[in-house]
């Protein structure tokens, strides 16, 4: 890091460490996701040290810069004047610290502070920067108010199961429903395999049945002798030329 000396706007040479604190803070507005202001008057040692905790936990830090030097950085990085304007009374910067092992989280962060506030009314919330852009007071507390990320993505996640779901349901739904229109189909004899369908094949052979009985019936309405009739007849002739041959040697004898 340079140790040379800068001059400011009003032609005085600033000194290295502030050169370096100006950068160090104009980098925590441009690099962080999330940079709340507070102001912190009245609050003691002890509660500056429990609020740290609470906010490393989400990823956050919390550190006290001097306004002027907070100013010059604002600046620098062309924030807007509204920005500039929270730098007034005791103030501090909460912005993403990422850390190993800690996954950042800018709701939970704001959260951390928003209820920190509650609970220490001497802590005030100002605003700040969201990606690089300003936020009121109010911003802040309903960024504070959104449901954490674990919880979002759970009820995300449900939100793409429902679907699913219905989805699945549909396709146990389809051959279910197609299976019972075609037994509804079958019962009342629209479809192959269904009672009505199945009595057709049926009557057929009951018209080839009646065809023999008819013709059975027929030999009975003519007048033409049964078989058993000629026998009786043909013996009959038979007896009529046995006798006729003795008849005719009686003739012979006689004359």
């Known amino acids: 890091m340079s140790t040379e000396s800068t001059t400011t706007g009003e032609g005085r040479t600033a000194r290295p460490e502030k050169v370096a604190a100006v950068s160090e803070i104009q980098g925590r507005f441009t690099d962080s996701e999330v940079v709340l202001v507070s102001e912190y008057r009245g609050l003691s040692v002890s509660d500056l040290a429990e609020l740290r905790i609470n906010l490393r936990k989400a990823g956050g830090k919390y550190k006290i810069y001097k306004n002027t030097l907070a100013r010059r950085a604002a600046a ?12 007034s009374g005791p103030t501090a910067l909460t912005y993403t610290d990422p850390v190993e092992g800690v996954d950042v989280d800018v709701v939970t962060i704001a959260k951390a502070l928003k209820e920190f506030g509650a609970a220490h009314e001497e802590l005030v919330i100002k605003g700040g920067l969201f990606e ?23 009820k995300f996640a449900g ?24 037994k509804a189909l079958i019962d009342e004899g629209g479809a192959p395999g269904s009672p009505a369908s199945d009595s057709a094949p049926a009557d057929a052979p009951a018209a080839e049945e009646a065809a023999p009985e008819a013709d059975a019936e027929a ?23 046995d006798e006729a041959p003795a008849d005719a040697a009686t003739e012979n004898e006689e004359s």
């Open 76 to 87: 620098q990085a062309d924030l807007g004047e509204e920005f500039n304007e929270l730098f």
């Open 132 to 154: 690089g852009r300003f936020i009121d007071a109010d911003e802040v507390k309903r960024l504070a108010d959104i449901e954490p990320r674990e919880v979002l993505l759970s």
């Open 159 to 182: 939100l793409m199961a429902a679907p699913m779901q219905q989805f699945a349901g549909l396709l146990q739904a389809v051959p279910r429903d197609f299976a019972g229109l075609l």
């Open 219 to 241: 030999p009975a309405a003519d007048d033409t002798p049964t078989t058993d009739d000629a026998p009786a007849e043909a013996e009959a002739d038979a007896t009529a030329a």
